[in-house]
């Protein structure tokens, strides 16, 4: 079975601290990805990586950083934490399939709180 | 860009009622997916369809997608408790790189026993 772990199920924070939230898949996925979700506004991709050292944007990046150093792991940065990045944060990863797109795996969340 | 919109966003049924989903893209789509989400976890896969006019059937739940592969429907047959989640459809993101999806905000189904 495919596994998706993060380093942690829940975090408090404070507004001006550096976050980091760790993303591990055992699976020799290419890409993963990084999600936040908030009631009612869905899924929304923050950052996602199709290989070592590449990322890409997603639909709100801005306040976010990524880091892929190795294939198994996708960290998610917060620079300077704000009370409005409070949210759940879902990590996913999934093969890649050239013009196909795979299905996602997806790890069971950090809910981060900032205060 | 791309929008993939979702109807209702809620739905409360009482168990053995049947339950409706939809999902309509802005773009056609090469396939569509569905993922479910139980109350504190995370989304898992269900099934994903790709040609035009499909229906794939799980158990209780039957999946379409439409001729012009712009919309798609999840039905649940007589729902149970063990049905009680976020149903989501997602879509290949109409860019650069397929493996990116497009998720639809989701249907939080509640089930009364």
């Known amino acids: 079975d495919v596994k998706v772990t993060q380093s942690s199920r829940y975090l408090v924070k404070r507004t001006g601290e550096k976050v980091f939230l760790e993303c591990v898949q055992d699976m020799d996925h290419e890409n993963m990805f990084w999600y936040r979700q908030d009631p009612g506004l869905g899924l929304r991709l923050i950052y996602f990586s199709y290989d070592v050292k590449m990322k890409e944007k997603g639909d709100i990046p801005e306040g976010y950083s990524v880091s892929r150093e190795k294939k198994e792991r996708f960290s998610l940065i917060l620079e300077s934490a704000s009370t409005n990045q409070t949210s759940m944060y879902l990590c996913?990863?999934?093969?890649?399939?050239?013009?196909?797109?795979?299905?996602?795996?997806f790890g069971p969340g950090t809910r981060l709180t900032v205060l | 860009g791309q929008q993939v919109m979702q109807i209702p966003q809620y739905q409360h049924v009482q168990e053995g009622e049947d339950f409706t989903t939809y999902c309509n893209s802005s773009t056609t789509l090469s396939n569509i997916q569905w993922y479910k989400q139980r109350p504190g976890g995370h989304p898992v896969f269900l099934i994903q369809l790709v040609k035009s006019g499909e229906v794939k059937k799980q158990k209780r739940l039957t999946f379409q997608f439409g001729e012009a592969k712009k919309n798609s429907s999840l039905h649940i047959t007589a729902t149970q408790t063990t049905d009680v989640g976020t149903y989501f459809c997602?879509?290949?993101?109409?860019?650069?790189?397929?493996?990116?999806?497009?998720f639809g905000k989701g249907t939080k189904l509640s089930v009364i026993p």
């Open positions: 996913a990863s999934s093969f890649l399939h050239g013009g196909a797109t795979d299905t996602q795996y």
């Open positions: 997602a879509g290949p993101h109409s860019g650069a790189g397929s493996y990116q999806l497009t």
